[in-house]
């Protein structure tokens, strides 16, 4: 028989840094405050400093293994929004007028 036939076929470095995320994310949720089931993005985000995008998309795909007491997690962020950052709203000091001379 030939070997190839019995391997395994190899993962990509992408899936195995997904599946390592995937294993993180697991355990940081097992540690972090539950409050009627739900679990929130952003104390996910913080406890594992997975980026951003990818945890939102780790999240929503199916296979996350939950605690018992988790019955759902909540993708929309109190810390992230989507709109602008308002410009800084204070006033620039005007420059004294130069003193004429007569």
Same mark, same amino acid.
């Given at each position: 028989?030939?070997?190839?036939?019995?391997?395994?076929?190899?993962?990509?470095? !992408?899936? !195995?840094?997904?599946?390592?995320?995937?294993?993180?994310?697991?355990?940081?949720?097992?540690?972090?405050?539950?409050?009627?089931?739900?679990?929130?993005?952003?104390?996910?985000?913080? !406890?594992?400093?997975?980026?951003?995008?990818?945890?939102?998309?780790?999240?929503?795909?199916?296979?996350?293994?939950?605690?018992?007491?988790?019955?759902?997690?909540?993708?929309?962020?109190?810390?992230?929004?989507?709109?602008?950052?308002?410009?800084?709203?204070?006033?620039?000091?005007?420059?004294?007028?130069?003193?004429?001379?007569?």
């Amino acid at each position: 028989m030939n070997e190839q036939q019995h391997s395994k076929p190899e993962s990509t470095p !992408e899936e !195995e840094m997904k599946a390592s995320y995937k294993r993180a994310i697991e355990r940081a949720i097992s540690h972090l405050p539950v409050k009627n089931g739900v679990v929130n993005i952003d104390s996910i985000w913080i !406890e594992t400093c997975i980026p951003y995008e990818i945890l939102n998309e780790l999240l929503r795909e199916e296979g996350l293994e939950l605690p018992d007491n988790v019955d759902r997690i909540n993708l929309k962020s109190n810390v992230r929004t989507k709109d602008k950052i308002q410009a800084n709203r204070r006033r620039r000091k005007r420059k004294p007028k130069a003193k004429s001379k007569q």
